[in-house]
């Protein structure tokens, strides 16, 4: 993507008029909605170009942002921007943001998993899915979503437990959710036997664009809470893990 002319990503590099902003510059998606300057009134001209400035930093963090394939969790991001640490990483996340909102985008910077992403706003949904499709393999049955719904809210737990929860048994829709990475096995049960303890991913919670199990309907009242603070549940759900994938929560499936 070429964002060389008019500095658009390197401010000092050249001054930002108004005539650039009305300009068409390759690599901005969101001009378009300043193509006619008489839609807009003389008094917003400085405020939409302060509003699309990017400092050096800014700049950085949202290019970093925008072809990441994944969240980033902020020590990430100010690894890859060249940022102080992991707060200052937050501190440009929500200048773009701030940014965004002022001159009126279509993205956002939201916190998924342990990670932060860039996002089109959920209104623009409706043109992207034609460019874009779910994967099959997101698309579960009732079964299996009912099965990841038992073990987001219950996790960490056992087989024989999802299975008494539902009334039938569970081996094979467990199964396909290891599969697809939405659920994994966290560790072993103390009782007889030593069974598998079952757990949500960090796939998960980026499938259902949830930020940690908290954000589950009715999680305060429906979730079990964690008893040991090293148990699998509490220990992917701590914050900025990088190379831990936090637990996730279900929600509906469309």
């Known amino acids: 993507m070429t964002t060389s002319r008019g500095g658009w990503l390197r401010p000092e590099a050249a001054p930002i008029t108004w005539a650039a902003l009305v300009a068409p510059q390759p ?5 378009w909605k300043l193509a006619n300057p008489a839609e807009v009134p003389a008094s917003d001209a400085p405020t939409l170009a302060v509003a699309c400035r990017r400092t050096p930093k800014m700049a950085r963090a949202e290019a970093v942002l925008l072809v990441a394939d994944a ?15 992991a707060t200052e990483a937050r501190t ?57 719904t ?14 008494a929860i539902r009334g039938v048994q569970c081996s094979e829709m467990i199964k396909q959710l290891m ?13 007889l036997g030593r069974p598998f303890l079952y757990e949500t991913t960090r796939k998960f919670l980026e499938t259902f664009g949830l930020r940690d199990l908290d954000e589950l309907p009715l999680a305060d009242r ?33």
Not at 27 to 31: E, F, N, T, V
Not at 95 to 120: D, K
Not at 181 to 186: D, T
């Open 222 to 254: 429906l979730r079990r809470r964690p008893t040991t603070e090293g148990s699998p549940a509490s220990s992917d759900n701590a914050p900025d893990a990088d190379d831990t994938p936090p637990v996730v929560p279900v929600p509906e499936a469309s």
């Open 27 to 31: 690599g901005i998606a969101w001009l």
């Open 179 to 191: 599969e697809r990475n939405l659920v994994r096995i966290g560790g072993e049960d103390d009782s």
């Open 92 to 148: 440009q996340i929500n200048r773009l943001n701030a940014a965004y909102e002022q001159a009126g985008t279509p993205f956002r910077v939201e916190r998924v998993a342990a990670g932060y992403r860039l996002f089109t706003l959920p209104q623009f949904a409706f043109w992207l899915g034609k460019l874009h499709h779910r994967d099959a393999e997101l698309k579960l049955s009732p079964p299996s979503m009912e099965t990841l």
């Open 150 to 163: 038992i073990i987001a809210y219950r996790q960490p737990i056992t087989r024989a437990d999802v299975e």
């Open 71 to 85: 969240p980033l969790s902020p020590r990430r991001l100010a690894q890859l921007a060249t940022l102080a640490d």
